[in-house]
């Protein structure tokens, strides 16, 4: 599959343009590859881009000779594709468990085993065959052995796209197979700019594209969803609540948050308001990502030393470990709750 050199790649991504430029040229030279690997932090457009990756490659007017924008978004398998309903199409993540209502630990044998029979089956459309499969590196291991049998021997037109924030919890083997894309954060300048082309007021845009620390995703989930900016809101103020309280209340605050996944959400937060005091600590509280609590944040920072917070920086990531590693989420936070 080839295109004309003058079709225009407008794809309205933040960031990322070495990876688009990428990408544009592989569609270009028609030398798309088996299996990608976009690894990178959440929110940062890993799906995003994979989703116009996909529609570009089944996109039934991908080659229109007056340079329309690609994909085009009003042909047949676009449509089909952003409804959902694609037949050449297949998005896999983590089930949702019957009995806690919540998603399972891994992505399991059986999905991988069912997937890759459908990618065995001939096109629907005389198109790719496609998989993307998110949080890849949750796959168990019995899984990740079976998908790198699929990927050592690929079919003819099947592309995998993984979505991974963390590859060192995939199996080298499976990496090596992967053209990998590492996704960086984007510059504040370009998601404030993005905000703006949205209609969003300045000081508005400048306090979410901060909020975001550089994930674009971020910034708009904050802009169309004001509770979960409030509950953000509410995990910051209990961090600081937890560093200036008592042993007793952070020990009350730490079994509360019992939920591995809650957790380590919970902790990733945390590690944001650790930044923003460490930049304060370095003379650069113009830096900080939570403008709106600059004055509280300031407060703080000078009841610790740099080398205190450098210390509680190294126990949130030793903690964010241990959850990584399955260690009860209580036990965690409770010894957490020690060192502070």
């Not at 399991?108 to 001939?122: F, P």
């Amino acid at each position: 599959m080839s295109i004309t050199p003058k079709s225009r790649f407008n794809w309205p991504i933040v960031g990322h343009r070495g990876i688009v430029k990428y990408l544009k040229h592989c569609l270009e030279a028609g030398n798309i590859a088996q299996a990608y690997l976009f690894a990178g932090p959440a929110h940062l457009g890993k799906r995003f881009l994979a989703e116009i990756l996909v529609n570009s490659l089944v996109c039934k007017s991908f080659h229109k000779k007056d340079g329309e924008l690609v994909p085009c978004g009003v042909c047949e398998c676009c449509r089909q594709l952003k409804n959902q309903v694609h037949p050449d199409v297949y998005w896999l993540k983590r089930e949702v468990s019957e009995k806690s209502e919540k998603r399972k630990k891994n992505i399991g044998i059986d999905q991988i085993r069912e997937l890759q029979n459908k990618l065995n089956l001939c096109s629907f459309l005389n198109s790719f065959k496609i998989a993307v499969i998110d949080e890849a590196e949750t796959l168990s291991q019995d899984a990740a052995n079976s998908l790198l049998k699929t990927l050592e021997e690929p079919t003819k037109n099947t592309v995998i796209i993984l979505l991974a924030e963390n590859t060192a919890f995939l199996p080298k083997t499976i990496v090596s197979r992967c053209q990998t894309l590492k996704f960086l954060p984007a510059a504040n300048q370009e998601i404030f700019d993005h905000l703006l082309t949205l209609k969003v007021e300045r000081k508005k845009a400048k306090l979410l594209a901060a909020l975001a620390a550089g994930r674009p995703g971020l910034a708009l989930t904050y802009l169309n969803s004001p509770q979960t900016y409030l509950t953000f809101e509410d995990e910051v103020k209990q961090f600081l609540t937890f560093l200036r309280g008592n042993i007793a209340g952070r020990f009350k605050l730490a079994g509360g948050l019992a939920d591995a996944e809650a957790a380590k959400a919970i902790l990733a937060v945390w590690r944001r308001v650790l930044r923003d005091l460490l930049l304060i600590k370095a003379g650069a509280p113009q830096a900080v990502s939570n403008l709106n609590l600059s004055a509280e944040l300031e407060e703080i920072a000078r009841d610790f030393s740099g080398q205190k917070l450098m210390r509680i920086l190294a126990a949130l990531e030793a903690s964010q470990k241990y959850l990584a590693g399955n260690v009860n989420p209580k036990l965690v936070l409770e010894n957490l709750a020690l060192i502070f």
